[in-house]
């Protein structure tokens, strides 16, 4: 094998190593196609993909979809606006005092371990089954990172960064606006991040277990109930693509935000 | 720039108050130290703040029931045979779903960690199933498998396998490949050096990945146990908001909190005496 | 220009420093009865081996540490805090990350009273003074070790400090960086004179930047002998008057190691 054909061959087999991570999917989807089309038990189930397609062009033109996503997306954005500022304030204050902390700590402590699942039927009784139920479940599942992140964020300061405020005299407040909370940036953003996530989530979730209502979980009840396995195919991926989607929005501007940091700390 | 004296502000007070309070000597991180204490000490505030809200008659004992018909309500749940039995279902279903992720989870990451090309193969596929949150698998799951045992135990098993493969799959990585080399100078046999190389090396990645499988599984589980009614704690909790009867769902409440914080607590109990062990 | 002998009045004087710290309720004692007078405009090395208390020395007349018996004094007045009339520059250069190196170097004026323009002015002078020009706007993660050591100094430099402090200030930079920087140190030095106290394992720096070396016993610390280093800057390097006076000090430092 001369060098030429070799050089040759290098950006072909490129190309198609890069193919590779397609071959599961694409398999997958065959293997679906398939038992579709023959017939194979669970006819409900399998439903050929033209199907989800046509599903998806329907619910596209008659607003449904679009609609189902607003409801689910509006949720989210109010519920993570509200968690993620209490949480961040909530962190930033029980860091910086020392009194907040040694009160407020214990209780959090307590109430974290149980999971929001669990609070959902106590919601349920306490504050109803409608739409404010559901803000306040994505509200907590914001809440919770903020909390932790920030206040780990802000109390690992850096001792030698705190050194350089204190040689230059700088008052508690330029302390926190120069040295404290640009360094629990990292922190905060990484809090973000859980936050946006459990927020669309629990934005879904929590349309499963509270009234109907507009939404993409709505959709997928809706579906399962019409035994229309297209439709909850269909809301899945859309969930699964904003997730991602959000996902790679908050990477981004962290990105910018952060673009300060050295590589290896990432 | 003649080396004439420079102009600053004279401290103020504010700021020897300050020197003061950054002069102590590093502090324990807050969280560790204050951690270890709300431990202990988060519970018992807890059900004082409870107590105080409970008795002070701001809400009626039906809204916020006080600890005490919580208590009673634990205590007729349980010898009335409910509780044990909900429990029981609940944890079963957990050991099992859990089960099937751990090793489908050890096996998948531990082979894409292995093998670059399984990596290629399968790692695309892995993060798209990473981006679909088991929670809205569940009406999916429902119209597959139906509503019985079977679909809240694969449900527990998507949520375990997806961080124990990650767990594995960086647990492997971590192994620095200079090991396989030496391993391979001296000509160590391939078992001894799975066993004494590379599971120690694994350990502490793959134990993380189980941990945090293990509070995954607990929320999917006693989520799906909401909506698919037939025993477990979630079951309770959801017939106890439908009839209304708060103590019973808080007793759910506690109990989930409870064993949350047990497993986690238990694990990493685990770890640290697997760590003792010389891993 | 050479320096005779220290003035009377002497701009730091230490007199009978003494320093504990509390280790496992033992008290360890750090530094016992250091006096020191140092002159305005003097460069003065200290060198010692590790543990003989020179870092803590730095850090009492800095402020940073303050609880200590005896005195400290800068122009007369005693020092027990941070003040902006000591500039210190660490063995990290611990310039804040975020900031860019004008940021950094701006910082140091966060505190003191002085229009916007002439903040902005002095800033930009020191940067050029360090050999920075050019990169104001980089953050500290693309400057190499020498840079950002050279921004630290800028940062120290322009409070326009009556004492600058150098805790190891080149100790982890590579060799070749390091005898670039002592140059520019000599350079930025004999363009201000202003005082500079400087601890380091370098021997070799200690004496050829030094118009004197404070050598240091640790055991606890305290000095030993101090050498006059009488020869005119700018120095060469190559000089035997130099080496000798080098190896005699590395001899009277590892005078308790070999014996």
Redesign the interface.
């Known amino acids: 094998m001369t060098a030429a054909t070799n050089a040759i061959k290098t950006p072909i087999l490129h190309r198609l190593?890069a193919l590779?991570?397609?071959?599961?999917?694409v398999a997958?989807l065959a293997a679906w196609d398939y038992c579709a089309h023959t017939g194979a038990g669970?006819a409900?189930?399998f439903v050929p993909l033209e199907q989800v397609a046509a599903a998806l062009w329907d619910n596209l033109l008659n607003g449904d979809l679009e609609l189902s996503w607003a409801a689910s997306a509006l949720r989210t954005l109010t519920g993570f606006a509200i968690g993620a500022t209490l949480g961040v304030a909530l962190g930033g204050v029980m860091?910086t005092w020392r009194i907040a902390?040694?009160l407020i700590?214990?209780?959090?402590?307590?109430?974290r371990?149980?999971?929001?699942?669990?609070?959902?039927?106590?919601i349920?009784?306490?504050f109803g089954n409608d739409e404010r139920s559901k803000l306040l479940v994505v509200s907590l599942a914001a809440f919770y990172p903020c909390v932790l992140n920030t206040?780990?964020g802000l109390?690992?300061a850096n001792?030698r960064h705190?050194?350089v405020?204190?040689i230059f005299?700088?008052?508690?407040g330029q302390?926190f606006r120069h040295i404290l909370l640009p360094g629990a940036m990292p922190a905060i953003f990484t809090g973000l991040m859980q936050a946006t996530?459990f927020a669309?989530?629990?934005s879904?979730?929590s349309e499963?277990?509270f009234d109907p209502g507009p939404g993409l979980?709505n959709l997928?009840?809706n579906?399962?109930a019409a035994?229309r396995?297209e439709v909850?195919?269909l809301?899945?991926l859309v969930?699964?693509?904003t997730?991602?989607a959000s996902t790679a929005l908050i990477t981004l501007v962290s990105r910018r935000v952060l673009r300060w940091r050295p590589v290896w700390q990432a | 720039?003649d080396?004439?004296?420079?102009?600053?502000?004279s401290?103020?007070p504010?700021?020897?108050a300050?020197?003061r309070t950054?002069?102590q000597p590093?502090p324990l991180?807050?969280?560790g130290r204050?951690?270890r204490?709300?431990?202990f000490?988060?519970?018992?505030?807890?059900l004082i703040?409870w107590s105080a809200l409970s008795y002070s008659g701001l809400f009626p004992k039906e809204?916020v029931v006080p600890p005490d018909g919580i208590w009673r309500a634990f205590i007729s749940q349980w010898s009335s045979g409910e509780l044990p039995k909900n429990l029981l279902g609940s944890l079963q279903r957990l050991a099992v779903g859990y089960g099937v992720g751990a090793g489908l989870g050890i096996v998948l990451g531990v082979l894409m960690g292995a093998s670059k090309?399984a990596e290629?193969?399968?790692?695309?596929?892995f993060q798209?199933l990473r981006?679909?949150?088991t929670?809205?698998?569940?009406?999916?799951f429902?119209?597959?498998f139906g509503v019985g045992e079977t679909v809240k135990i694969v449900l527990v098993a998507k949520a375990t396998a997806l961080p124990v493969t990650l767990g594995a799959f960086q647990g492997v990585r971590g192994v620095p490949s200079r090991w396989f080399e030496v391993a391979r100078l001296f000509r160590i046999p391939a078992p001894v050096v799975a066993t004494k190389v590379i599971l120690p090396a694994i350990l502490p990645s793959l134990f993380q990945g189980l941990r945090i499988a293990l509070?995954h599984a607990?929320?999917?589980l006693?989520?799906a146990e909401?909506?698919i009614a037939d025993n477990g704690i979630?079951q309770m909790?959801?017939w106890?908001?439908q009839t209304?009867r708060?103590d019973i769902?808080?007793v759910?409440?506690?109990l989930?909190?409870?064993i949350?914080?047990l497993l986690d607590k238990g694990f990493r109990l685990l770890e640290r005496g697997l760590k003792g062990r010389g891993a | 220009m050479a320096f005779e002998h220290p003035d009377t009045a002497s701009k730091l004087s230490i007199d009978r420093l003494s320093k504990n710290y509390i280790l496992d309720r033992k008290p360890l004692r750090v530094l016992l009865n250091v006096s020191l007078d140092v002159a305005e405009g003097e460069f003065v090395s200290i060198v010692g081996r590790s543990g003989c208390g020179k870092s803590t020395l730095l850090r009492l007349i800095s402020g940073l540490?303050?609880d200590y018996s005896g005195d400290i004094r800068l122009d007369g007045q005693v020092i027990s805090?941070?003040?902006?009339?000591r500039g210190l520059v660490f063995q990290d250069p611990s310039l804040l990350p975020w900031m860019t190196v004008r940021q950094n170097v701006a910082f140091a004026l966060v505190?003191?009273?002085?229009p916007a323009p002439e903040k902005a002015e002095r800033v930009a002078?020191h940067i050029d003074l360090v050999g920075l020009k050019g990169f104001e706007s980089a953050y500290p993660k693309e400057l190499s070790g020498g840079m950002a050591q050279r921004a630290a100094i800028a940062r120290a430099l322009v409070?326009?400090?009556?004492v600058l402090l150098l805790d190891e200030p080149l100790g982890a930079l590579d060799a070749l960086t390091r005898v670039r920087l002592q140059n520019e140190l000599q350079r930025i030095w004999l363009?201000?004179?202003?005082t500079v106290i400087m601890v380091t394992h370098d021997v070799e720096e200690a004496v050829y930047l030094g118009d004197r070396v404070v050598i240091m016993d640790p055991g606890p610390g305290r000095i030993s002998r101090i050498v006059d280093v009488p020869h005119p800057h700018p120095r060469d390097r190559a000089s035997p008057e130099l080496h000798a006076l080098r190896d005699a000090v590395l001899a009277d430092l590892t005078n308790g190691v070999l014996s």
């Open positions: 190593s590779r991570g397609w071959v599961v999917p997958a669970h409900y189930v860091a902390d040694a700590n214990p209780l959090y402590q307590a109430v371990q149980t999971p929001l699942m669990g609070l959902i039927p106590l349920s009784l306490w206040y780990e109390s690992g001792r705190l050194e405020g204190r005299l700088a008052s508690r302390v996530a669309w989530l629990s879904i979730g499963l277990f979980g997928m009840l579906g399962q035994f396995m909850v195919l809301a899945v969930i699964g693509l997730g991602y | 720039m080396g004439s004296h420079s102009t600053f502000v401290p103020s504010a700021n020897s300050l020197a950054l002069r590093a991180p807050k969280v204050l951690g204490r709300a431990a000490a988060s519970p018992l505030i807890l703040v809204i090309q290629a193969y399968l790692m695309p596929a798209t981006q679909l949150p929670i809205a698998l569940i009406p999916a429902i119209m597959i509070s607990w929320v999917v006693v989520g909401l909506l979630g909790m959801e106890g908001r209304f708060l769902v808080l759910g409440v506690v989930t909190g409870l949350g914080f | 540490e303050n805090r941070p003040g902006l009339d505190n003191v009273d002085l002078e409070t326009q400090p009556e363009r201000h004179k202003m």
